[in-house]
């Protein structure tokens, strides 16, 4: 089942929806990164177990100039073709 994220810390304007679009795609995962209005960033994420938990992992820190105070894994439903940047929510 896809995983959501919500990624708090210094997670905007440090190139952390670009970085995680390149690391999804080293990892082979599906689903989708997003801004939010409140500065957190967004995701949902799906694939083999391991490439979501790696993704996961790498979300905890992120790219370089990120700093990572937490984030929140919950469940969603879904099927996604490839793995994308949305607009902010």
């Known amino acids: 089942m896809p ?4 990624i708090s810390g210094r997670v905007q304007g440090v190139g952390f929806r670009y970085s995680m679009l390149a690391e999804a795609e080293r990892l082979g995962v599906t689903g989708w990164v997003r801004n939010r209005r409140d500065g957190t960033v967004e995701a949902v994420v799906d694939g083999r177990p391991a490439a979501v938990a790696a993704m996961i992992e790498w979300a905890n820190t992120g790219p370089r100039g990120a700093r990572v105070t937490g984030v929140a894994v919950g469940e969603v439903e879904g099927q996604f073709a ?3 940047s949305k607009p902010t929510a």
């Open 3 to 6: 995983k959501h994220l919500i």
């Open 82 to 84: 490839g793995f994308e």
